[in-house]
């Protein structure tokens, strides 16, 4: 499956979040295994695919918007996965 696939794909998840306010740990895994698969290349080539990042800009803009729909359970494991994100994307400036 492709990257932007599991982030906004049919049932990717950032769709399981918006039509179904669950938070999909089997795509968020992937997605996460997705990233530290292809960290160490892109921090040894300086470059991240536009594809990738896009998805990646898309994935923690809505994470960390949250929705006024979400349980509390949800929007606390969207938060924790947005800082998740964050500080893998951060570890390509060390």
């Known amino acids: ?3 932007s696939d599991m982030v906004v794909g ?5 769709v399981e979040l ?3 306010n669950s938070f999909n740990e ?3 895994m992937d997605i996460t295994n997705y990233l530290h698969q292809h960290l160490p290349e892109w921090k040894q080539t300086g470059f991240i695919p536009v594809a990738d990042a896009v998805s990646i800009f898309n994935l923690i803009d809505a994470l960390s918007g949250g ?3 979400w349980c509390e359970e949800v929007a606390l494991r969207a938060e924790d996965a947005t800082l998740e994100i964050q500080e893998m ?3 390509l400036e060390e």
């Open 1 to 3: 499956m492709r990257f």
């Open 10 to 14: 049919k049932s990717g998840l950032l």
């Open 18 to 20: 918006r039509c179904h």
């Open 26 to 28: 089997k795509v968020y």
């Open 67 to 69: 929705s006024r729909f």
């Open 89 to 91: 994307m951060g570890a």
